[in-house]
């Protein structure tokens, strides 16, 4: 443990990346061809998977991020504590799949900056762990308003 797991265990870790993995598979990206998947993981430690979904008028599409976190708070969940992308061309991981900037400002609607953890993985042993802070500083959040 380095600290910037905070408090998530290995084991966690590797049941997200793994559930993010099975996601990528369900991606829906007849047009990039870049297939994405995420597993949100609640406060109360359940997990919500999403892929991207994409479409033919493109900016109707969906990242992977923003479907995990649209499942969870649609079945009413609103405290999140990490989530674990990967991504990749024809869903190869050969780098880490860094969420868009809209699917920061959406994680930070929900999670808390300095706490939210953001698993960046290429495998179930190969991840970095960031904090939405540091994707997303001197960010407009719902304390602004
Ligand atoms: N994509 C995601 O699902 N998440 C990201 O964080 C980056 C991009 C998707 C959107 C689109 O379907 C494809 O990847 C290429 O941009």
């Known amino acids: 443990m380095t600290g910037q797991e905070n408090g998530l265990s290995r084991e966690m870790i590797g049941q997200m990346i793994d559930l993010a993995v099975e996601m990528m598979q369900r991606a ?13 993981l609640t406060k109360a430690g359940k ?3 999403g892929c991207n979904v994409e479409n ?9 991020e ?11 969940e609103r405290e999140f504590r990490a989530i674990a992308i990967v991504g990749g061309r024809e869903a190869v991981m050969d780098g880490y799949c860094p969420p868009c900037g809209v699917c920061r ?3 930070r609607e929900f999670c808390d900056p300095e706490s939210f953890r ?3 993985a290429t495998g179930r042993e190969e991840y970095k762990i960031m904090t939405l802070q540091e994707l997303l500083p001197e ?4 304390d602004n308003l």
């Open 28 to 40: 829906y990206a007849p047009y990039s061809h870049f297939t994405v998947g995420a597993a949100l």
């Open 47 to 49: 997990l919500y998977g």
């Open 56 to 64: 033919a008028a493109y900016s109707p599409g969906s990242c992977a």
């Open 66 to 76: 923003r479907t995990a976190i649209c499942k969870a708070v649609s079945e009413g």
């Open 105 to 107: 400002q959406v994680m």
């Open 118 to 120: 953001v698993i960046l």
């Open 139 to 142: 960010s407009f959040g719902p």
